[in-house]
């Protein structure tokens, strides 16, 4: 599939693109630097074997007790993730032409599926840097979507079993839910539902996804298991698979408020499965949380401390806490506490915004605007630090620098635009849309492009 671009118009101003997920702060909260109040629980019986030789033949014999070997499993597991960061280097991927990747998930060890904001999603084979495009999927009617105000593709989630994908179709309001590990289609969320660009999608169980999009409104659509049990049919029209045509079982408004009713785009979703509810995110800067059973009711609405850009959020089950990325600092919410005890984190990457989230263990990782990558220890509530070759070992010593991963120039359009207003910057940095984990291979996958919505470029990365 040869990939359609956006053109461009010219503007006098550059116009920040709001990608996968973007805040400017209404207060002068300070990173948090200081001791934190989350503190990691002493592990006992682990001082007298903490060596990794005891652990591996203790786990071919199965000696001491498996449930010890978990828990020093545990430990090592805690200590790579806190360490890997800096072990980490770069080797960018080639995408051609193709406009800012706005979202990716592992497929599988060496796959990697994206969307971007010309309308193309395609794998990657992060091994090879081979490309195979993926038809997107039409609506019943043909919605009349001029190339200049298509958004792409801002969501790509599999479900839970990691049988279904579920991304954006060729309309940018519709839904498209393909069968893994085909890609077939299985069907497409155009009757009745969103009015504007789809922003976030987040699986509630294996056939239950939730969209949230520009329109205001979150939807939640039921996958009959049916649809994709046998082998997919073919239309008349050539050897396409067909697909079903599904409208929501539930669509709910996000609240109007009184500071900004016009601004209640959707913005990103996190579900805790823990607690079966659903976190959005609005950008008139609320969060709002709703209990997901077979429809939608909302449990409340919390004006968030820095209301601009906020367009990332993530959540972690272990920690019980949401994390939301803005303009300049990223959140942390725990919707059952009145007192908020996780101080906010400031970026202090050049105002260009968070732009990407995840969360695993007790380490948040931060995407920004400016090609940089943070990593934030929630425990201690810092930033991790650099560490010598000579004190790789030390928990103390002098200050040392927050650690920064930068990652690299990309492909930029050299195209009339870029010549008119940017064309004396020799390095143009790109926003870090999108990145994910695949922790069983020590890989972190990473994309995006150019910050303002007029330039056309790419940026993609393997860090392993």
């Known amino acids: ?186 069907c497409l969320g155009d009757q009745q539902g969103h009015r504007d660009w789809i922003f976030s999608i987040a699986w509630i169980n294996d056939t239950v996804a939730v969209s949230g999009s520009r329109d205001g409104t979150v939807a939640l659509w039921q996958v009959d298991p049916d ?26 408004m996000i609240p109007r408020v009184n500071s900004n009713p016009g601004n209640r785009k959707v913005r990103a979703l996190a579900f805790s499965s823990k607690n079966q509810e659903l976190g959005a995110v609005s950008l008139d800067g609320y969060f709002h949380l709703w209990k997901t059973r077979n429809n939608l009711s909302r449990l409340l609405s919390i004006r968030l401390p820095y209301c601009r850009e906020n367009v990332c959020l993530t959540y972690c089950d272990d920690l019980s806490l949401y994390a939301v990325g803005s303009q300049s600092h990223v959140s942390f919410l725990d919707p059952r506490e009145r007192r908020q005890n996780v101080r906010p984190l400031c970026s202090r990457d050049g105002g260009t915004g968070v732009r990407s989230l995840s969360f695993y263990q007790y380490i948040v990782t931060v995407g920004t605007g400016h090609s940089s990558l943070l990593f934030y220890d929630i425990r201690a509530q810092k930033f991790l630090e650099e560490r010598s070759v000579s004190s790789l070992d030390s928990l103390h010593g002098p200050a040392r620098r927050k650690l920064k991963l930068i990652c690299g120039r990309g492909w930029l359009n050299h195209d009339d635009l870029w010549v008119n207003y940017f064309g004396a910057v020799e390095e143009f940095p790109n926003a870090l849309y999108t990145h994910c984990y695949n922790w069983p291979e020590m890989k972190l996958f990473v994309a995006g492009g150019p910050l303002p919505s007029g330039l056309h470029g790419n940026y993609a990365g393997l860090w392993s």
């Open 1 to 186: 599939m040869v990939p359609q671009q956006t053109g461009s118009r010219k503007r006098k101003e550059p116009v920040v693109e709001a990608g996968a997920g973007s805040s400017s702060s209404q207060s002068s909260a300070a990173a948090g630097q200081g001791e934190g109040v989350l503190r990691p629980k002493k592990h006992k019986g682990l001082e007298e074997h903490r060596s990794v030789v005891y652990y591996l033949k203790g786990r071919e014999m199965c000696a001491g007790g498996c449930a010890n070997l978990r828990g020093f499993e545990g430990v090592l597991r805690g200590y790579a993730v806190q360490r890997l960061p800096e072990l980490l280097t770069e080797r960018q991927l080639v995408l051609g032409t193709l406009n800012k990747v706005f979202a990716s998930q592992w497929l599988n060890a060496r796959q990697v599926v994206c969307g971007t904001k010309c309308n193309t999603l395609f794998v990657v084979d992060v091994q090879t840097g081979h490309i195979t495009h993926i038809p997107l999927m039409q609506d019943r009617v043909p919605a009349q979507v001029s190339a200049e105000t298509t958004s792409g593709i801002h969501a790509i989630q599999l479900n839970p079993s990691k049988t279904l994908l579920a991304t954006g179709g060729e309309n940018p309001n519709s839904l498209g839910v393909y069968q893994l590990p085909t890609l077939d289609p299985v």
């Open 227 to 252: 649809l994709f049990s046998g082998s997919p049919s073919c239309n008349n029209e050539g050897q396409v698979p067909a697909y079903a045509h599904i409208r929501p079982s539930d669509i709910e």
